[in-house]
């Protein structure tokens, strides 16, 4: 089993650079990918960023490249989402998720493990 944490949402406003963390336990024999997907009130689950546990290798979704970072800590088996000028439309429940095959698909179908989640609202 896998567990995720997120942390660092909240109420920010627009251009701010808040930034998420996502804390990873469990089984995952360092070969995962980790991701963050967002969901926004009547809208679908979306792909926002990946990156390879081994390698580094990140991907983005266009809305957000050029503006939000993905990173990990080795150390701290935590992987980060740098957010940065967000605007209203970023407003969103924040998920990260682990992709045991370490491909670090843009599809959510992919990936085996969620974490609960945490509330990003950008005022305006």
């Known amino acids: 089993q896998v567990q995720l944490v997120e942390s660092g949402g909240g109420l920010v406003e627009a251009g701010g650079s808040p930034r998420l963390s996502c804390a990873v336990s469990g089984r995952t024999f360092g070969t995962y990918a980790v991701g963050w997907f967002r969901q926004a009130p009547g809208k679908e689950r979306e792909f926002v960023a990946a990156?390879?546990?081994?390698?580094?290798?990140?991907y983005y979704a266009d809305s957000v490249k050029g503006r939000f970072t993905i990173s990990r800590d080795y150390a701290k088996n935590t992987v980060y989402l740098q957010m940065n000028s967000l605007k209203p439309e970023d407003t969103a429940v924040y998920y990260c998720?682990?992709?045991?095959?370490?491909?670090?698909?843009?599809?959510?179908?992919?990936?085996?493990?969620w974490g609960q989640g945490t509330q990003v609202t950008v005022s305006s």
């Open positions: 990156i390879r546990w081994s390698g580094g290798t990140t």
């Open positions: 998720a682990v992709d045991r095959s370490g491909v670090g698909s843009r599809s959510a179908r992919e990936f085996d493990y």
